[in-house]
């Protein structure tokens, strides 16, 4: 099982950018599907980005189609989510998840037996 760790939140204001980190504490990240999620308060948690084992397939929500970008750097075991445009609705604790690339790939949250601890991003002015 995939040992995930987030970082690269925050508060920043609307309009604003950050870029996110998932970074595989035990094992490599080559081989998993990786997905982006967020909780917003009082809300259940969505998929907001993921991408295939290969790199070949990412999906994105429709909110954040065009503001959004996921990458994966196997080299640093590493996916990013870049989030540019950032608007108050973006708001939530990001979770990062992952899966053998031998499940199925679809961007949901069943697909994922892995996830981190979720890291806060709070867009305000």
């Known amino acids: 099982q995939l040992q995930l760790v987030e970082s690269g939140g925050g508060l920043v204001q609307p309009g604003g950018s950050l870029r996110l980190s998932c970074v595989a504490s035990?094992?490599?990240?080559?081989?998993?599907?990786i997905g982006w999620f967020r909780q917003a308060p009082g809300k259940e948690r969505e998929a907001v980005s993921c991408i295939s084992a290969s790199g070949r397939i990412t999906t994105y929500e429709d909110s954040v189609k065009g503001r959004f970008t996921i990458s994966r750097d196997n080299a640093k075991n590493t996916v990013y989510l870049q989030m540019s445009s950032l608007r108050p609705e973006d708001t939530g604790v990001y979770y990062c998840?992952?899966?053998?690339?031998?499940?199925?790939?679809?961007?949901?949250?069943?697909?994922?037996?892995?996830w981190g601890q979720g890291i806060p991003v709070t867009v305000s002015s």
């Open positions: 035990a094992f490599t990240l080559r081989n998993s599907h």
């Open positions: 998840a992952g899966e053998t690339e031998y499940t199925a790939y679809i961007c949901r949250s069943s697909t994922f037996g892995s």
